[in-house]
């Protein structure tokens, strides 16, 4: 049986250790007969077997096998937004020892540690109908009795820039609405019977 390298004792006199003690020895006596510190006798005396214990982790750290990195990267590739502990859930059913510390070594060795950076889609402006109108509601201080406010309420036929204003005292849905109605009866006609395709306002 081999011993640990800085074993006090050998396997003969940890068995000689407790037998003695059980029959009435004291601690300290054997530790002056075998000239050690009296905690090391005492650890011995209340052990089962005088077997070194397994200086081993409790979990051993896995192998990589082949068929473990080929899962991880195939799930990184498919569910790219997933972190290691993730990943290392999703697999644990085929791969019971699967864990963080594996999935994350897999994923640095691969390059794969952060996901793929999305190309922003272009920005364009926003096309400009054929007769595109647009509300604006401007706020403005009362110029009858000095108190409170007016709401001046236009409505700009983009393509042609023309711009029917009405004044209000109030800027209610159905105020702002009339105001609409009766521009549509004199700007440029929202429908044509022409071509509708967007233009660039000019």
């Known amino acids: ?9 050998t396997l003969k006199q940890r068995q000689r250790v407790k037998r003695l003690h ?47 990195r080929v899962a991880v990267i195939d799930y990184r590739m498919e569910h790219q937004s997933h972190g290691p502990i993730r ?9 019971p020892w699967a864990n963080r510390g594996t999935v994350l070594r897999i994923l640095q060795r691969e390059g794969l540690t952060r996901p793929p950076k999305r190309e922003k889609a272009p920005r364009t402006a926003i096309p400009v109908g054929r007769h595109r109108i647009q509300m604006d509601i401007q706020q403005l201080p009362a110029v009858q009795g000095g108190t409170g406010f007016e709401y001046k309420i236009s409505a700009i036929h ?37 071509p509708t395709t967007p233009t660039s306002s000019p």
């Not at 049986?1 to 004792?9: T, Y």
């Not at 200086?55 to 068929?67: D, G, K, M, R, Y």
């Not at 990943?87 to 791969?95: G, M, P, S, T, V």
Request: no cysteine.
């Open 1 to 9: 049986m081999k011993l640990h390298s800085q074993a006090a004792l």
């Open 22 to 68: 059980e029959e009435g020895v004291s601690i300290r006596d054997l530790a002056q007969r075998l000239g050690v510190n009296p905690t090391t006798i005492q650890r011995w005396t209340k052990r089962e077997s005088p077997l070194d214990k397994n200086s081993a982790p409790l979990t051993p750290q896995t192998v990589i096998t082949p068929e473990y």
């Open 87 to 95: 990943i290392a859930q999703e697999l644990k059913e085929r791969f």
């Open 158 to 194: 983009l393509r042609t820039r023309l711009k029917y204003t009405e004044i209000h005292a109030d800027r209610k849905s159905a105020t702002v609405a009339g105001v609409l109605k009766r521009a549509l009866d004199l700007l440029p006609p929202f429908f044509s019977s022409g």
